[in-house]
């Protein structure tokens, strides 16, 4: 996306946590606890993917992107899809952007990666 910047992956974080399940450190429960909203979020405006879930490797997981920002206003906090966040980042200044990983089936949810979209605060477009 053309004003994406601070950039945030949790691949290391996801990594260590699917390992901590395998070495049965954490009880699948702990993580596979995903919110009724995020199921029907992940449904109705969630990407699907080509990933199998980490956890019961039946599914493939689906992405669901959310927005926060003060410039958002009633659009702040709500669930969001690709064609949206690419007009979004024109008519709005800066506002953070967190893509969450979901299982429908087993419930599985992790924060993927997070990263800054919008046309301000000016001389920050195009800046890592």
């Not at 064609?83 to 952007?97: G, I, K, N, S």
Request: with cysteine; aromatic share 8%; net charge neutral.
């Amino acid at each position: 996306m053309w004003s994406q910047r601070r950039v945030v992956d949790y691949s290391l974080a996801k990594r260590a946590v699917v390992r901590s399940l395998r070495t049965g450190r954490t009880p699948p429960g702990d993580v596979c606890d995903a919110q009724p909203y995020l199921l029907r979020a992940a449904r109705a405006f969630g990407e699907p993917t080509e990933r199998l879930c980490p956890v019961c490797e039946r599914e493939n997981v689906t992405d669901v992107t959310y927005v926060y920002g003060d410039s958002l206003g009633r659009h702040a906090g709500q669930a969001k899809g690709a064609a949206e966040l690419a007009e979004m980042a024109h008519d709005y200044d800066e506002f953070r952007v967190y893509v969450v990983e979901v299982c429908q089936g087993c419930s599985w949810n992790h924060l993927a990666v997070t990263f800054v979209l919008g046309n301000g605060p000016p001389g920050l477009v195009g800046q890592p």
